[in-house]
């Protein structure tokens, strides 16, 4: 059986942290990882930090295209559809941090004084980290230094000490938004319950009807937002999740392609395998021969 995301109740993804005593997420990653280099578009109550190593790509968030490239990153506040993609397939290397705000968040005055405040900026889902200015380049030095620090015994408190500092310089250089309820965008809405929807149901058997009707809105609308949004139609993002899911089981499983292929809500092996080679350029055995480290 596959290993299904798991849901909150607003349909956010919960985030499988490195320890389970620590709200952490910090890994590298190569583009090339995911279906036509397009990683899947989620959203979560964490903050997101991207440092590139190498290569560039391009990030969505909330639909606006942002290019990175060797050297820069990008911070993403909590609660922002966002994902990266190269549409000319180009590799790209880079440290993937997810910390939930929790960690800062000792005492209630930190929260309500610091905290919220940069969690509610509506003018902030996110910033673009550029190593030519001072303080963004700190930023992207504290990415580094959680990533050489986080297999250490000590690497939980290193990495708050980092987020700690990172917070601080959001703070200092974030202009203050005197809108503090932070009204969500009503398409932004919506388009997060049809991707929560394809999340949780990508197993089954699920139509372009049942897609928009987990939005509550027409098909014609919910093709527009998941164009808007992923510059993709709503069955290929369903494709290309199945797809994502199934090299999780390629690579850390010992199960058949047919057996695969039915657990990740494709029809049969062959319909599968030749949607994986158009995606991959070569079949899922392949993939699993000579891509995956044994």
Same mark, same amino acid.
């Given at each position: =059986? !596959?290993?299904? $995301?798991?849901?909150?109740?607003?349909?956010?993804?919960?985030?499988?942290?490195?320890?389970?005593?620590?709200?952490?997420?910090?890994?590298s990653g190569q583009l090339s990882h995911h279906p036509n280099y397009t990683a899947p578009s989620h959203w979560h109550d964490d903050i997101e930090m991207i440092a590139i190593l190498a290569g560039e790509m391009k990030y969505n968030v909330n639909g606006e295209i942002i290019n990175l490239t060797s050297g820069n990153g990008i911070l993403v506040n909590a609660r922002q559809m966002h994902f990266g993609f190269s549409d000319t397939r180009s590799e790209c290397d880079f440290i993937c941090i997810l910390l939930h705000p929790m960690l800062l968040c000792s005492v209630s005055s930190y929260e309500n004084n610091f905290v919220l405040p940069i969690l509610? %900026?509506?003018? =902030? !889902?996110?910033?673009?980290?550029?190593?030519?200015?001072?303080?963004?380049?700190?930023?992207?030095?504290? $990415?580094? *230094? =959680?990533?050489?620090?986080?297999?250490?015994?000590?690497?939980?408190?290193?990495?708050?000490?980092? *987020?700690?500092?990172?917070?601080?310089?959001?703070?200092?250089?974030?202009?203050?938004?005197?809108n503090m309820i932070s009204p969500q965008s009503g398409d932004l809405t919506i388009t997060k319950n049809m991707v929560g929807f394809i999340q949780k149901y990508y197993t089954q058997k699920i139509s372009m009807m049942d897609?928009?009707?987990?939005?509550?809105?027409?098909?014609?609308?919910?093709?527009?937002? *998941?164009?808007?949004? *992923?510059?993709?139609? !709503? %069955?290929?993002?369903?494709?290309?999740?199945?797809? %994502?899911?199934?090299?999780?089981l390629l690579r850390y499983t010992d199960l058949s392609i047919i057996e695969i292929a039915l657990s990740v809500g494709f029809s049969s092996a062959s319909y599968y395998a030749e949607t994986f080679r158009k995606w991959f350029g070569k079949s899922p055995t392949e993939f699993r021969n000579n891509d995956v480290q044994k």
């Open positions: =059986m !596959p290993t299904l $995301i798991e849901l909150k109740d607003d349909r956010s993804e919960k985030v499988h942290y490195d320890k389970s005593d620590y709200p952490i997420y910090i890994r509610r %900026n509506t003018a =902030m !889902p996110y910033v673009f980290l550029d190593a030519n200015i001072t303080w963004q380049k700190k930023i992207l030095e504290q $990415i580094y *230094f =959680m990533y050489t620090k986080k297999d250490l015994k000590t690497g939980p408190l290193d990495v708050q000490s980092a *987020f700690s500092a990172i917070w601080s310089l959001l703070y200092e250089n974030i202009p203050p938004n005197d897609i928009a009707a987990s939005g509550a809105v027409g098909q014609s609308k919910c093709c527009r937002l *998941f164009a808007k949004y *992923f510059g993709q139609t !709503p %069955n290929i993002y369903l494709t290309q999740y199945r797809l %994502n899911k199934s090299i999780e």
